[in-house]
């Protein structure tokens, strides 16, 4: 007999303590609520062969029983509890039971991963784990050295001008030689599980990935499942937050696309620059790497309070640098994510990497730009896509002011000089732009690069002249036009 009211819970199949336990180091995309629930469950439910209301549950977690119910939802997701619809006396339609369940393998592998698509589709990891080689050596050394910038000369110099800008996906290996530390190293982008390469469009979601996990991990401190060796599990939301980017819209579905390419690429580099083998001692030359493992979309289909949350893990010393340290090497301004502009982006990178730290200034040649921003390309095609960046970005600019989010100060201060056509052979538009804290003055020859020393990001200012609070306050039209 029915204790309370429905919805119900119950434990026909004996389910035990142990069992919840072995159940939840299964799947660590539970969280602790999840555990909770689980675990009362296991210990009173099928009371003397009857059923039990989810009410019981809810005053034990301290939830309301509406919040119980989309966590069982998950837990049926997930395969570890059964949903039944039975009838109950007093109610003229059948009223919901949840049943707790011993996963079946399949569904196990599904709640880890929980991908739309077959598991058999999912990318493995080598037997000898291979995959992670890269990022152990190189982030154990910067970490022994508490370097940061280390870090970006990896993620901005090797991944930013290896990824391809064409809006073609790539379902082949993607030969690519990229320049680092003044050495041409030949990198390949490798597709996995018969999935596309990344793009260039997708680092921005991974920067606000890392941003946000920086945040989080400052904040709250490090989830115990991470702490574990398991997974994260977070709400594309928060990522999308941290970027300034709206929650509605197709931001989100955009965002878990970049995801699952990010997911889908191992990028294997043919050899190391001397640099880097000489100042760590490196033996081996040939390195890979993966940004993103184990990635899966959980519960889109059944959005629990409409969220849609992404599990993954991160190579294991990037996972170290956030547990130790919670920095984020990857701060970039939320301006330079906020703007879709795939090209803006790697200029943006470019420009970050050239400077550094250290310097304030530094000019280079048309020739020499090109083969550190986007060598993957012709000469030819990338000052076509550069010319177009910055006339983009000054109509931006542009828009922005007219419609009264910025004021014509802070127009000129990101437009000091507006694009003018170049009279040079390579038909550069000449212009000076300030690319959300990098001032770039454009002539027919060569870019001069200037720090803005009152960016807070990059500079030395605590506050942005020209920071946007949010992309709420902007008008759809200027979104559009980025």
């Not at 901005?156 to 030689?177: G, H, M, N």
């Not at 949350?309 to 340290?325: E, G, H, V």
Request: proline content about 5%; overall charge neutral.
């Amino acid at each position: 007999m029915a204790v309370g009211a429905p919805p119900f819970y119950d434990n026909q199949h004996g389910i035990t303590v142990d069992m919840v336990r072995q159940i939840i180091d299964l799947i660590p995309s539970l969280d602790e609520t999840h555990h909770k629930i689980l675990t009362f469950m296991a210990m009173s439910g099928d009371r003397d062969g009857g059923r039990e209301s989810i009410q019981e549950i809810a005053d034990y977690i301290g939830f309301k029983p509406a919040a119980i119910r989309n966590r069982l939802k998950v837990l049926v997701s997930a395969g570890v509890a059964e949903h039944h619809l039975v009838a109950f006396e007093g109610c003229r339609r059948p009223v919901s039971l949840y049943r707790l369940m011993l996963p079946e393998l399949s569904r196990l592998r599904d709640s880890i991963t929980v991908l739309d698509k077959s598991p058999a589709n999912l990318p493995a990891l080598p037997a000898d784990h291979e995959i992670h080689t890269f990022s152990n050596e190189v982030f154990s050394a910067m970490l022994r050295e508490e370097n940061p910038f280390f870090v970006d000369n990896l993620f901005c110099t090797v991944l930013f001008s290896a990824l391809p800008v064409s809006r073609r996906l790539i379902y082949e290996p993607y030969p690519v030689t990229v320049d680092w530390y003044g050495q041409d190293v030949p990198v390949t982008l490798r597709p996995l599980a018969e999935r596309p390469v990344c793009k260039a469009d997708d680092l921005r979601f991974y920067i606000g990935l890392i941003t946000y996990l920086a945040e989080l991990v400052q904040t709250e401190g490090v989830p115990r499942t991470v702490v574990e060796g398991g997974a994260w599990t977070i709400k594309v939301s928060d990522v999308l937050n941290v970027m300034g980017l709206a929650t509605n819209g197709g931001n989100t579905q955009t965002a878990l696309v970049s995801f699952e390419r990010l997911a889908s690429t191992r990028v294997e580099l043919a050899a190391l620059p001397q640099q880097i083998m000489q100042r760590y001692g490196f033996e081996r030359a040939e390195q890979t790497f993966q940004a993103l493992s184990n990635f899966g979309i959980y519960q889109k289909t059944a959005k629990v309070n409409k969220t849609t949350f992404i599990t993954f893990t991160l190579p294991p010393t990037i996972n170290d640098s956030l547990i130790k340290y919670g920095k984020d090497f990857f701060k970039l301004s939320p301006n330079a994510l906020r703007y879709n502009e795939a090209y803006f982006l790697r200029v943006h990178l470019w420009a970050k990497r050239r400077l550094g730290q250290n310097l304030n200034s530094k000019t280079l040649d048309h020739l020499r730009a090109w083969k550190e921003i986007s060598p993957g390309i012709s000469f030819k095609e990338h000052i076509k896509r550069f010319n177009e960046m910055v006339t983009r970005f000054a109509d931006y600019i542009g828009a922005l002011r007219e419609d009264k989010v910025i004021t014509r100060v802070q127009s000129n201060m990101l437009i000091p000089t507006q694009p003018s056509v170049g009279e040079g052979s390579h038909k550069v538009i000449n212009a000076t732009v300030n690319v959300f804290g990098y001032v770039l003055r454009i002539t027919d020859t060569h870019i001069h690069i200037t720090r803005d020393i009152a960016d807070p990001y990059v500079g030395l200012g605590k506050d942005s002249g020209v920071l946007l609070d949010s992309v709420r306050s902007l008008p759809a039209s200027v979104v559009d036009k980025a």
